[in-house]
């Protein structure tokens, strides 16, 4: 098989022919025809993920599945599946036992056995979801990591019938996070410091658009205020700022890695009951929930496609900030 591969970081990826991957126990084969790019993926070609080289990235995944594994029961020859990042548990430890194998501390992920940056991809069956019936590869790629990400986030800041959700940091993550909050029926505001977004974030379906400006708290505050803010900025100075924009007893859900010390006025979280939450990938009924709503048409990714053959150009469009929203490789059929 063909794939691009990191051999040195901060390097380009190389293209090699690599043996055809044969499927483990409880494995499947993957036969890729998409896959999503993430700023997670530049986290991993800088060398901040620990990952050993050489490695084959590209964690959102899609495609046909072509072998099984022995002992794999629910998934067929044909079905088409992606694959989410943590794939499998030890199935042992008190995590595992008490159902949240994905928060497993042995869990096994692409970084294990392999990426979908390549023609035919390796994965445990146990992190495979089937793609519903009209959804395409490119569509499905990016919610896997991206839309999948959002989607808990919006779940554990658990908006009430009547509040309002705010999003934080309109790029990749969250142009999806905007729509999912608008599908599932939430009062929802875009807060952006880019004037020319509004008309896009408008027909992404925001109810309104802030404009910042230095401080997007203030502006929060001026328009009333927000329960929830899903915020998926890497400024730990916007996040410090848009706290303050909760109204009392306001959840603030941060998916981005600050870029340096976090400090939240400790009087505001106090006083009004306000919390500061973390969330990433969590329960799998909200990447079920996610791929419905996609392929009911209430959340289309906006991406950016290449080819295979250009993924090293996507990844520094990707780095340069170029990339309107998520970029997405298509592999050949």
Not at 292 to 303: C, F, Q, R, S
Request: proline content about 6%; some cysteine.
């Amino acid at each position: 098989m063909r794939a691009a591969v990191l051999t040195e970081f901060n390097h380009d990826w190389q293209f090699q022919t690599l043996p055809d991957p044969r499927p483990a126990p409880g494995q499947v084969v993957i036969r890729i025809r998409a896959s999503g790019m993430c700023g997670t993926d530049l986290h991993a070609h800088h060398g901040h993920l620990g990952a050993r080289l050489p490695i084959v990235l590209g964690h959102e995944p899609a495609g046909e599945i072509v072998e099984l594994g022995a002992g794999v029961l629910d998934l067929e020859v044909g079905d088409r599946v992606g694959v989410f990042w943590n794939q499998k548990g030890c199935g042992r430890c008190a995590t595992c036992q008490s159902g949240r194998p994905g928060h497993c501390p042995a869990a096994q992920s692409w970084m294990n056995i392999g990426g979908a940056n390549s023609e035919l991809m390796l994965a445990w069956a146990s992190g495979c979801a089937l793609i519903p019936d009209g959804l395409s590869f490119e569509a499905a790629a990016p919610l896997f990591c991206g839309g999948y990400t959002v989607m808990s986030g919006l779940r554990n800041g658990d908006p009430k019938p009547g509040e309002r959700v705010a999003v934080l940091g309109l790029g990749g993550l969250g142009h999806l996070a905007l729509q999912l909050s608008k599908a599932v029926g939430v009062e929802t505001f875009a807060v952006t410091g880019q004037a020319d977004k509004k008309p896009e974030l408008l027909g992404f379906g925001a109810d309104e658009v802030l404009l910042a400006g230095d401080n997007a708290g203030a502006a929060l505050k001026a328009a009333g205020g927000a329960d929830v803010i899903l915020s998926t900025t890497n400024s730990a100075k916007q996040i410090a700022a848009a706290f303050a924009g909760l109204r009392p007893g306001g959840r603030y859900v941060n998916m981005g890695v600050p870029d340096g010390p976090l400090v939240i006025d400790p009087q505001i979280l106090m006083w009004g009951q306000r919390q500061l939450r973390g969330s990433s990938q969590d329960e799998r009924s909200d990447l079920y929930e996610t791929l419905t709503l996609a392929a009911a048409g209430k959340v289309k990714p906006k991406i950016e496609l290449y080819p295979l053959a250009k993924a090293n150009e996507a990844r520094e469009r990707l780095l340069a900030g170029k990339v309107r929203y998520r970029a997405v490789l298509q592999h050949q059929a």
